[in-house]
C-alpha cells in the first residue's frame, strides 16, 4: 500500500488504541505541513531557489519536473511557490487549510482501512473524532524502517531519513519508542538529519524547513505556557 510522508508520520503521531495524538493539535498540524511540502520536495515538484534561475533565493519555487496526484497537495504546491519556508509553514500549518490538510489525510487513510473513524465523547459530554488504527500493518512497516534507521541496522533512503528530520524536530521518537533509549535515539536522529542524504536542493528545503517548524512550535508553546501565568 503507497502511502505519502504525511501519512506516514500521521500514523506514527496518533496513538493505535485512542486514536488521539501524541502531540498537541497545533504542534501535529504543523508537522504534517512540513510532511506533506518535504513530500513536494522529495518528488521534485518543488526546490529552494538559490537565485541564479532568476527567482529569489531562499524562497520556494515550483519546478514544473512534477505534478501530485493529490488535489490537497496540489492545492499546497500552488500555495507555496515564492514563498519562504517561514511563510510555508505558517499558510499550511495554521488555520483553516491545516485542519483541511489534517481531514483530508486521515479521511483517505480511514478509506483505504488503515485507520478507523470514531465518535466519542470528551468527559462524557462533549463529541470528538478519533482516528485509532484498523490495519496496523502500515504503521508497523514504518516503524520497523524508522527503528532501523536509528539503531543503524539499515541506511536510511532519502524518504526514511526525512522522515527522522521531521520526527526529531516535533520530539516525537521517544513517544514511539518508549523502550529505547531516549538520549541515544536523538544523537542517532540528529546524526541522520544532519548527513548528505539527500541532494543539495531537497536538503536545504526540508532543513530550512524543519529548522522553522522547531522555531515557530517554541513561540506557539511559549505564548501557551504565558497564557496560562
Do not use: C
Not at 58 to 72: L, N, W, Y
Not at 163 to 185: G, N
Amino acid at each position: 500500500m503507497e502511502i505519502g510522508l504525511a501519512e506516514e508520520y500521521l500514523l506514527l503521531a496518533l496513538d493505535d488504541a485512542s486514536g488521539r495524538p501524541l502531540l498537541s493539535t497545533q504542534h501535529l498540524q504543523f508537522a504534517l505541513a512540513g510532511a506533506s511540502v518535504a513530500q513536494l520536495t522529495l518528488d521534485g515538484a518543488l526546490d529552494v531557489s538559490d537565485g541564479a534561475d532568476g527567482g529569489q533565493q531562499g524562497r520556494f519555487r515550483v519546478t514544473g519536473r512534477a505534478t501530485p496526484s493529490d488535489p490537497v497537495q496540489r492545492e499546497i504546491l500552488a500555495l507555496l511557490d515564492g514563498r519562504r519556508p517561514k511563510e510555508a509553514i505558517r499558510k499550511v500549518g495554521q488555520g483553516g487549510f491545516a485542519r483541511t490538510l489534517r481531514d483530508a489525510l486521515q479521511q483517505g487513510l480511514a478509506a483505504r482501512g488503515v485507520l478507523r473513524e470514531e465518535q466519542v465523547k470528551v468527559l462524557g459530554l462533549f463529541p470528538s473524532t478519533t482516528w485509532p488504527a484498523h490495519d496496523p500493518a502500515p504503521e508497523a512497516a514504518v516503524r520497523e524502517r524508522v527503528l532501523a534507521a536509528l539503531t543503524g541496522d539499515a541506511a536510511p533512503d532519502e524518504r526514511t531519513a526525512a522522515l527522522v528530520s521531521l520526527l526529531l524536530a516535533t520530539d516525537l521518537t521517544r513517544k514511539i519508542y518508549p523502550d529505547q533509549d531516549r538520549r541515544e535515539l536523538k544523537r542517532r536522529a540528529k546524526a541522520i538529519a544532519e548527513s548528505e542524504w539527500a541532494g543539495a536542493a531537497v536538503k536545504k528545503a526540508i532543513d530550512d524547513l524543519n529548522a522553522v517548524m522547531i522555531a515557530t512550535m517554541a513561540s506557539t508553546t511559549g505564548a501557551a505556557t504565558a497564557g496560562t501565568t
